[in-house]
């Protein structure tokens, strides 16, 4: 069993209001939020070639958010109004699924999942001489079937296939086939893969019925999608490398349009190509059973550690179409820098298991663009 609750205060200056230095309106949006989640899993293997999961989860959201809006500026003459809004999201989620050894080197999985959403969100909208309310309420469901076969042999090689459709009850039902192969060379460590699939994606309960920049004509996101690359492990696998060459077709891509006025909207065709290149340093530390005891727990000393940084570098370009029929536009050569880093260790001599996670990140990102 699973369970999370948070509640969040925070106050930020609008999206578009030109920040803490040249924000005209000098209040910060409030925003309070508290979301909670339960969650139940169960698993059972009756016999050696038979697996079955079972999974339900349950999420809740309430939000209230208090805006000063955004004063007119030269790109947009009319601005935003003060505004308010209290909304709430529930989503349930149930997963079974099957898990077959059908031989040696194959196994499939059977499954289905059920997704029940309910979003609800009231609103007004300031504008001095009167007040114009706003009601957006959403219930939907989404039945997926799904399957998924894994073929691996000793010598390396492995092949992944799977199918999932999606039957929402809002719009026309979607089906996504996906392959994937890898092989990897154990005398050099080095891993070659390609990968193969297509995506469906509904709006969001925020992009359908926000106050200020939904849009209840969203249609859902189509994609293509294709990789292929390889990695290389070094110095006794301490260090991985890796380079991937991606191709992402998206259609009705739903994207934010400044306006004005500002609004969430499908682009029709949307074309992200580009090479990510990614580095993992891993490196065990043995931990001296004596010098240290002061200042680390006894259960650690003697343990390795494992200590984990990296970091991955991506650049691409991305073409976008407006809508349809309007005239397409190069944009978006774009280079982000991910950090990441953490530690996990264990005794292996008294069985004990001490362990701590972290990662932290930053992103720089490198635009240009083209009209």
């Known amino acids: 069993m699973v369970s999370h609750f948070a509640d969040s205060h925070s106050e930020n200056f609008p999206d578009d209001s030109g920040g803490p230095q040249y924000a005209a309106r000098r209040q910060t949006d409030r925003r309070h939020e508290q979301q909670s989640t339960v969650g139940l899993n169960f698993s059972h293997r009756p016999l050696a070639w038979l697996n079955y999961d079972l999974k339900s989860s349950f999420y809740n959201s309430v939000d209230d958010v208090n805006s000063p809006g955004i004063a007119p500026g030269a790109r947009d003459p009319f601005g935003i109004p003060p505004n308010r809004s209290k909304g709430s999201f529930q989503r349930g989620t149930f997963t079974g699924s099957t898990t077959l050894a059908v031989l040696d080197h194959l196994s499939v999985n059977l499954g289905f999942e059920e997704l029940i959403e309910h979003g609800a969100n009231a609103s007004e909208l300031d504008f001095r001489f009167f007040t114009l309310g706003g009601k957006f309420k959403l219930t939907r469901y989404t039945s997926s079937p799904f399957f998924e076969a894994r073929a691996s ?22 089906v996504s086939p996906r392959v994937g192969a890898a092989y990897r060379v154990a005398a050099s460590e080095t891993t070659f893969k390609a990968n193969w699939g297509e995506g469906f994606h509904l709006p969001s309960f925020f992009a359908l019925g926000n106050p200020i920049v939904g849009n209840p004509n969203l249609k859902p996101e189509t994609s293509k999608s294709f990789d292929i690359g390889a990695s290389q492990s070094l110095w006794n696998k301490h260090v991985e490398v890796g380079v991937t060459y991606f191709d992402n077709r998206y259609r009705n891509l739903i994207d934010f349009d400044a306006g004005p006025p500002p609004q969430l909207v499908n682009r029709s065709n949307v074309t992200a ?48 179409g407006i809508a ?10 774009f280079a982000p820098v991910c950090f990441e880093g953490g530690f996990a260790g264990g005794d292996s001599v008294s069985g004990a298991d001490a362990r701590a996670n972290g990662d932290g990140k930053f992103i720089g990102e490198i635009r240009s663009h083209t009209a």
């Not at 390396?156 to 979607?174: E, H, I």
Request: aromatic content about 10%; cysteine-free; overall charge negative.
């Open 153 to 174: 042999w000793p010598f390396g090689l492995t092949l992944l296939g799977g199918v999932r459709a999606d039957f929402p009850d809002k719009f026309s039902a979607n």
């Open 273 to 320: 190509r580009g090479v990510e290149v990614d580095q993992i340093a891993v490196s065990i530390v043995k931990i001296a059973d004596a010098d240290f005891d002061m200042f680390i727990p006894q259960t650690l000393a003697g343990a390795n550690v494992k200590a984990l940084a990296g970091f991955r570098f991506e650049i691409g370009i991305a073409n976008d």
């Open 324 to 333: 349809e029929g309007e005239k397409t536009r190069q944009m978006k050569t």
